[in-house]
């Protein structure tokens, strides 16, 4: 590795487990990103590789057979696999965010019942909060749970929309509303954990995955709506056994994903960079490597500028995080700016190869495919000005 994106006061164990991501990125990933990615074909070899790495269990706890990791080590794992292919960390994300939510918010059963199966990958979880006419307005979901009078029972109405790994994870915890009485519209959503068979269809009574949804990037993984219509289930799958705790437990989700998606967009970020000066180095006009260019080599000082800066405000977010202080503030931030650069970044390398650039023989296309994506993800840019704009003005009140 050279200089950028290094990472201070790592513990041997840390550098040991990303050396050995790195080995399998070079050496399962990127040979078969290309091929896999223009075939919009799941990875399959590869998710069993990342299940004997254990890394599907990473921030499970020992006591639930994972490796116990934190935040700043699983990030940094991330950073290392999109950097191989995007799409395959997109698979981990949302297994590790319902993973997080049912460590930080599940009842003792529930924890029993499914930490242990998703350290080893068996159960593989996806996360649903968005629905077709919503985006980032959570308040305006409609699907909704109704509770059979003073019984256990609930039945399940409504269309999700965006599901990462929705048809490949046979766990999904899924965003309603509920009339439990309260006075705000946040605190009348409960999240349930809703079982079902991998695949498309109906993968569960009352349950459909209808397909993919056709992507112009990100492939590999698949992205489905979720299709509920009087689906039936109990208050034992209500995350943490009470309703009306769904919103604030989907938030704490987003937020550990919001340093994930940062990670992506630092391991992007850094592909694009190495193909961008590998080829600088290699192509010739008038007489010398367009890397002697000034024109060119500008713009590898920027890209290199702009993958060291995401690379260690992620690092700050997710610190700050596994410290057990608040970091919306850090994740949006390294969000919103890590998402940014990566496009910029992807961009100039881009350009750096010309009109090659633009040839799917070329990796550097694959990049300009996906990179949109992490602008939109885990919400958009403009959600992300937002909460940091808001918590600015907490933190900097004005006391005239």
């Known amino acids: 590795m050279g200089r950028l994106q290094h990472t201070e006061g790592l513990t041997e164990d840390q550098l040991e487990l990303l050396k050995l991501v790195r080995e399998f990125v070079d050496e399962q990933v990127i040979p ?22 254990g890394i599907f269990g990473l921030m499970i706890p020992e006591e639930y057979g994972g490796l116990g990791e934190s935040l700043l080590t699983y990030a940094l794992v991330v ?20 993973a997080h939510m049912l460590i930080q918010h599940g009842t003792d059963e529930q924890k029993q019942r499914y930490l242990p199966r998703m350290a080893t990958g068996e159960v593989r979880g996806a996360f649903s ?8 307005d ?59 068979e991998p695949g498309f269809g109906e993968t569960a009574p009352g349950l459909t995955v209808p397909g993919k949804i056709e992507k112009m990037g990100y492939k590999g993984v698949d992205t489905t709506e979720l299709v509920f219509d009087g689906y039936r289930t109990t208050s034992e799958q209500v995350l943490g056994g009470e309703p009306g705790q769904g919103f604030y437990q989907m938030m704490d989700g987003v937020e550990v ?15 694009a960079f190495e193909l961008g000066t590998a080829y600088a180095q290699q192509r010739e006009t008038f007489g010398k490597k367009i890397a002697e260019h000034q024109a060119v080599l500008f713009r590898i000082a920027e890209m290199a500028t702009k993958v060291e800066a995401a690379h260690q405000m992620m690092v700050m977010a997710a ?4 410290a057990g202080e608040r970091n919306d503030l850090e994740a949006g931030m390294a969000k919103y700016l890590a998402s940014e650069y990566c496009s910029q970044v992807v961009e100039d390398s881009f350009r750096i190869h010309g009109g090659y650039g633009y040839s799917k023989e070329y990796e550097i296309e694959r990049l300009y495919r996906e990179a949109p994506m992490l602008l939109i993800g885990e919400g958009t840019a403009d959600i992300q000005r937002m909460i940091i704009g808001r918590r600015l003005l907490e933190e900097y009140r004005f006391k005239g």
């Open 32 to 53: 078969v990103a290309m091929e896999l990615e223009h075939a919009d074909e799941y990875p399959t070899d590869i998710v069993e590789g990342m299940k004997e790495m």
């Open 129 to 136: 909060m968005s629905e077709p006419g919503c985006g980032s």
């Open 79 to 98: 950073e290392e696999i999109a950097r191989g292919w995007m799409s395959v960390s997109g698979i981990i994300n949302t297994h590790f965010i319902v």
């Open 319 to 322: 610190r700050t995080k596994d």
């Open 257 to 271: 994903g919001r340093v994930n998606v940062a990670a992506r967009a630092c391991g992007v970020a850094m592909r």
């Open 138 to 196: 959570v308040s305006g979901i409609k699907t909704k749970a109704v509770r059979d009078g003073d019984s256990a029972d609930w039945t399940i109405n409504g269309q999700k929309m965006w599901l990462t790994n929705g048809g490949s994870a046979n766990l999904v915890a899924v965003l309603t509303k509920t009339d439990t009485g309260a006075d705000s519209v946040y605190k009348n959503m409960t999240t349930f954990l809703v079982e079902k």
